[in-house]
């Protein structure tokens, strides 16, 4: 079967105006419309060379129990409040619901982030009982350092975490799984030092199968907190393939961004291709 010349997409003709003409504005925008398709189409081109299957998903659980204010709340529509760590375990059990109902073969561990350490909590299962247990036991936690060490986390990966190895010439085959971890960082004046010169992390940036997403949900004054410098900080975690998300207390927003990470790290394009809106635009 031949394959369809994407590149050489002709936007559909225009109706002309009375005088015959086409609008200058409807040729600009239908040619900005080729340039963004053509740029998608060229940026997933130069994505590695990895077979989009839905291979069982191993997915880290990396979540911060500490918080700024303990009376900062989510608030949904018909007026429920949530603190930022029920609001978690809310969006938490919908997404593990989702991912086991979308592939039952998924497992999940949970590790927690403390004042300055983090913790293994729970081993890769895939019973949801377990994993929704594990989660619902968390409470919150004071914390009072100024800054935390990334390094921390990456040494327990290294401990726990068999990573799938991507091979040149066998890359057409599925691996048997891929590992996925997001981190949900709740803190709004606490900077995470991401450790660039550390051996096993550039390691971790290498690997085809191993994945960082990043959900922060910070405080809602941010010129009282350090929120832009700390998801400054979190872009360091992405080697260009993660997806990164900001929320404030915004419930709907939360549910969204959780949503949105639902998909599959083999198949989904670049975060900067993403598009929701339904149908096509072209």
Known sequence: METPNIMSYSPPESEPNVSGKVPASTITAASEDLAELQEQVMSNFQKPNVPNINVPERVILC??????????????GDGTTFTPIN??????????????AINRRTEFALIVL???EACWVQNFTSNLKEIINAIDYLNPEEYSSERFDFKKLFQLIKQKVEIPEYKEGECILPPSNVVRMIVMYGRSNCIPLIPQDDSYFNFLKKQLYFYIDILLAHEEECASYKCEEIYDALQDLDNGYSYVYEVSRNATKIHDCIAKLLAHPLQRPLQKNTDYTFGSRY
Do not use: P
């Open 87 to 100: 609001m978690i375990k809310r969006v938490l059990d919908f997404f593990i619901h989702s991912k086991s």
């Open 114 to 116: 403390k004042d300055t």
């Open 63 to 76: 979540l911060d129990v500490c918080y700024d204010n303990h009376n900062s709340l989510f608030r949904l």
